[in-house]
């Protein structure tokens, strides 16, 4: 055996070992969106705090940060969550247990604020809202230890200016100068100011253990959103409806893949079963990639993935038929194979970067599902160009090198189909 094709027989064996003993493990680790796995849907439509304010783009995300975190405080992996337009967002779960528990957590965060008596009635208490949710950094509430082996949250302010006026105005209140701590309609704590805080840092402590202060801090972060939320769209899947769209879909996926290959084997031979092995590093290499970029495979995901197999295919059969032409022109196997994969290179290319483009177009454009479309198909075609392209081309240029093949009919032509030169 020479060395070309004990290099081909090594790297299929190679290759066909690794696909069948890691797809397994692949397949499971692949995360699957809720259209899939079951879960729900919710758009939200934003509007400001306070009456006559503005949604600007900062607080918008900074709101959808705020639920992504919030929602991942549940127990949820990774939330779908994303801005639409200049005031909508919307928000993916999937897999979720307990679709009630993480709604209520979603509609109704805690809201902390700090409120005084200035300009209060003698009876009504601590009526002004002095800071509210926009007055916090997000996840801006940490936990730390004093020097007495204490235990207190700070708070980081966005406007230390702003909190410096406050307690300055709070402090000649005397004896009413307290700045009470709300989180809903909870007193946490009022603490005296005696002076101005220039400071962009407030603090709550009082005798709080490790745990209780880390659960306030979680409680603090989850509140404080930038923004008011209120639900335009819902849409549940339930988990078995989800488990039947993709077993349906897997099966059709399936059984188009092995029509697939079997009508390349047939119909191009030997360039025909390379190809074949190609196609399925393709797919077990777009499977990996899923999970190295953790993204969420959904069903528009699975229609882009079977296009790109589709893609894979045309890539090949552009070679293939490139080299028969070359053959049927009374070119040898060699020069065939040489100026075939030249002359389709280009082509393969250049339909490959149009397609690019039209995804990068849908992504930039589209949102949601479209947009999720759009970044396997891109994804599609980056993989398709390394396995299907190369992989292809060096497999075949190691058989024809070797000298083991020797017979146009290897590649689906017929002696009378040659011309003489």
């Known amino acids: 055996m020479n060395r070309r094709l004990l290099a081909f027989v090594l790297i299929v064996v190679v290759s066909v070992g690794v696909v069948a003993a890691t797809s397994p493990m692949i397949v499971d680790k692949v995360r699957l969106g809720l259209d899939l796995k079951g879960g729900f849907e919710i758009l939200y439509e934003a509007q400001p ?11 918008l995300l900074e709101t959808a940060r705020s639920l992504e975190v919030r929602a991942n405080a549940t127990g949820v992996a990774e939330p779908d969550v994303t801005t639409e337009g200049s005031n ?5 779960i999937a897999g979720v247990t307990d679709e009630n528990k993480v709604r209520d957590i979603l509609k109704k965060p805690a ?15 601590y009526c002004k809202v ?21 235990y207190e949250i700070s708070i980081k302010l966005k406007d230390k200016d702003k909190f410096a006026e406050i307690t300055r105005e709070v402090a000649k209140l005397s004896p009413k100068n307290q700045l009470a701590i709300y989180l809903d309609d909870k007193e946490l704590s009022a603490p005296n100011v005696s002076y101005e805080i220039p400071s962009d840092e407030a603090v ?17 972060n989850l509140g404080a959103l930038p923004l008011k939320l209120t639900e ?10 989800g488990k039947l769209s993709l077993q349906e879909t897997l099966f059709a996926g399936a059984l188009a893949t092995v029509l697939i290959l079997l009508f390349m084997m047939i119909f191009y031979r030997l360039p025909g079963i390379i190809a074949s092995l190609s196609i399925v590093v393709f797919i077990w290499l777009l499977l990996l990639c899923f999970n190295l970029l953790n993204a969420t ?42 100026a075939g994969s030249k002359n389709s290179f280009r082509t393969i290319i250049d339909s490959h970067v149009t397609t690019a483009i039209a995804g990068t177009v849908l992504y930039f454009l589209g949102t949601g599902a479209v947009k999720g479309f759009a970044v396997i198909l891109i994804l599609t075609i980056i993989v398709s160009i390394l396995s299907n392209v190369f992989i292809s081309r060096f497999l075949l240029s190691l058989l024809i090198r070797s000298n083991l093949v020797k017979k146009p009919g290897s590649f689906g032509v ?8």
């Open 49 to 59: 705090v306070e009456a006559g304010g503005k949604i600007t783009k900062e607080s």
């Open 204 to 220: 709550i402590s009082g005798n709080y253990t490790r745990e209780s202060a880390n659960e306030l801090k979680n409680t603090i």
């Open 130 to 150: 002095e800071l509210q949710g926009n007055d916090f950094k997000q996840n801006g509430a940490d936990v730390r230890q004093t020097n007495l082996n204490e």
């Open 88 to 92: 909508r967002i919307r928000v993916k």
């Open 232 to 241: 335009k769209y819902t849409q549940s899947v339930g988990a078995t409806l």
């Open 111 to 125: 809201e902390l604020t700090f409120r005084s008596a200035r300009g209060c009635a003698e009876d009504a208490g």
């Open 414 to 421: 017929k002696e009378d189909e040659i011309r003489a030169l």
């Open 297 to 338: 495979l959904t069903l528009p995901g699975i229609a882009a993935f079977i296009l790109g197999i589709g893609m894979a295919v045309d890539a090949n059969i552009i070679m293939a038929e490139r080299i028969k032409e070359e053959m049927r022109s009374g070119k040898s196997i060699m020069s065939s194979h040489k």
